[in-house]
């Protein structure tokens, strides 16, 4: 059985250029994100589903395929496998939400954190400042703390007040900022120098994608090895559909899969769709969104600096983006909380207001198995109040119940 990290190097995405991995990186030298490579080599058939028996649930049973080499540096609040759970009132019982509101600070930025805190203190960092929409911020300042490392967020000033809170109580210092989130990313930028911080905004280091990819481990061996015909997404940065797909690759290259793939769908919301702009357009990249508005904070990402990485997975995958208006979105979390118990936030909504419009048009087959990615914990977005009064001194009409 092997267990250690088999990370090799780093490489940029654009040139191919090989960068040393043993040292503190953001972007390549020609200005793009990095990605981790292994010996896969060395894995194939080493590798198998027996080696993950007996290894703890959550993402660092992923050892060898992740960047950490000390486990002494790996900051843990202990990390779930998340749970699959099929709807039953949409689709032909093929429709499955994975679960990430359930991981420490309630969604899946735990898992691109975890790791990229983590790796951040092998390689000495004793300050990050990252720019987000919520809940990357409180998986910052969670993880950072664990870490013995100081953290600096900065947010738009409309972000989930939830978010906000949560990050300073786990020790994160907190900013909101008069901008959207790319303001926020120029204000980290700026400070890299005055402040001595390592930025750990999306995709301008290495290792945050590295830990969102273990979403597409989990999900293959959830599903026995075998992977669903379609994935929908909501998108912002893109970390996750990006590292997932990087992920399928390395699973096939050490032989736990096959060589098939779902379709790759980016949801995103009509007052922020960059990336269903470019895609419709046949474009390699995206434009900025001006103006970008949408309630699901998480998606509200008006530029993604993998916006190459994103398009390009879509269409090698067969897969398409998708935008859903502000109304699908919260008609489709009322729907999925009242007939099938389950509160999604609504980022987690807009993947299934994006799937019953893909099924109607004919984008997506009823008996395609997909899956459906709730990112976020329901429990922290505002929700509308249904509830009535009772006078506990006045008779009660019984009737009026009914
Ligand atoms: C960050 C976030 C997203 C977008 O994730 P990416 O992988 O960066 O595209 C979606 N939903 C929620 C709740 C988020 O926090």
């Not at 998986?139 to 007040?161: K, L, M, N, W």
């Not at 060589?259 to 995103?268: E, G």
């Not at 984008?363 to 509830?387: A, Q, V, W």
Request: charge should be negative; aromatic fraction near 8%.
């Amino acid at each position: 059985m092997v267990t250690a990290s088999h990370i090799t190097h780093l490489e940029c995405t654009t040139t191919g250029e090989k960068v040393e991995a043993g040292t503190l990186h953001n972007l390549s030298p020609a200005g793009s994100p990095l990605f981790a490579r292994y010996n896969l080599d060395a894995l194939k058939g080493r590798l198998t589903p027996d080696s993950f028996a007996g290894r703890d649930a959550g993402f660092w049973r992923y050892r060898e395929l992740l960047p950490v080499r000390d486990a002494a540096n790996i900051a843990s609040l202990g990390e779930v496998f998340t749970p699959l759970v099929p709807l039953r009132g949409i689709g032909s019982g093929t429709v499955v939400v994975k679960d990430e509101g359930r991981l420490p600070t309630g969604s899946f930025k735990a898992r691109g954190l975890g790791v990229a805190i983590s790796m951040a203190k092998e390689l000495g960092v004793t300050r990050i400042a990252i720019p987000t929409n919520g809940n990357a911020g409180a998986a910052t300042a969670a993880y950072a703390t664990r870490a013995g490392i100081e953290s600096y967020v900065f947010c738009p000033d409309d972000t989930p007040q939830t978010n906000v809170r949560e990050t300073a109580l786990q020790g994160g210092k907190v900013w909101r900022v008069n901008g959207m989130i790319d303001d926020c990313g120029k204000i980290v930028h700026q400070g890299e120098e005055a402040m001595g911080w390592f930025n750990v905004a999306t995709l301008r280091e290495p290792y945050r994608v590295e830990g969102k990819k273990t979403m597409g481990f989990e999900l293959a061996e959830q599903l026995g090895w075998e992977l669903p015909d379609a994935i929908f997404y909501p998108t912002g940065g893109g970390t996750g559909l990006i590292g997932m797909w990087k992920a399928f690759d390395e699973l096939e290259a050490v032989g736990l899969i096959g060589p098939k793939r779902p379709r790759m769908i980016a949801v995103q919301a009509a007052g922020c769709a960059p990336i269903v702009r470019a895609f419709a357009a046949g474009e390699d990249r995206a434009e900025r969104w001006e103006n970008a508005s949408t309630a699901a904070a998480g998606i509200r990402v008006p530029a993604a600096i993998g916006d190459f990485l994103i398009l390009r997975a879509l269409r090698e995958s067969g897969g398409f983006a998708i935008a859903v208006e502000e109304e699908e979105i919260f008609d489709a979390r009322a729907r999925i909380a009242g007939e099938e118990g389950l509160l999604l936030c609504p980022e987690g909504a807009a993947p299934v207001a994006a799937y019953l419009k893909a099924l109607e048009n004919g984008l997506i087959g009823k008996d395609e198995r997909t899956i459906i990615f709730n990112c976020g914990n329901g429990l922290k977005y505002p929700m509308p109040d249904h509830s009535r009064t009772l006078d506990m001194h006045a008779p009660i009409d019984w009737e009026s119940f009914a």
